[in-house]
Nanobody, 114 residues
Framework: VQLQASGGGLVQAGGSLRLSCAASGITFSSYAMHWYRQPPGKQRELVAA???????NYADSVKGRFTISRDNAKNTVYLQMNSLKPEDTASYYC?????????WGKGTQVTVSS
């Protein structure tokens, strides 16, 4: 199983970025997908999740600003991030779980300048 995240970068506060995570080695449409983030010096936290059926949930800190979506034809999950704030600065990770095993992608860095 491979999860390849991309789309991070440096953006000014108020700006937008879209992260992508391409999955391989799994029947993508059957899996819930998640985005986590880890700010500098802090623990990793759940940002957003989407079930195989498309139900979504979000951390309170990003509700109304971030949108998670998936394209099963492309085996890809997205995180659209709008109205970015400096406190959104973190490494962002794609995650799924299957066969009792956790699968993490490499992080993509998001830096929001004030």
């Amino acid at each position: 199983v491979q999860l390849q995240a991309s789309g991070g970068g440096l953006v000014q506060a108020g700006g937008s970025l879209r992260l992508s995570c391409a999955a391989s080695g799994i029947t993508f449409s059957s899996y819930a997908m998640h985005w986590y983030r880890q700010p500098p010096g802090k623990q990793r936290e759940l940002v957003a999740a989407i079930t195989s059926g498309g139900t979504t949930n979000y951390a309170d800190s990003v509700k109304g600003r971030f949108t998670i979506s998936r394209d099963n034809a492309k085996n890809t999950v997205y995180l659209q991030m709008n109205s970015l704030k400096p406190e959104d600065t973190a490494s962002y990770y794609c995650y799924t779980r299957g066969w009792g095993v956790d699968f993490w992608g490499k992080g993509t860095q998001v830096t929001v300048s004030s």
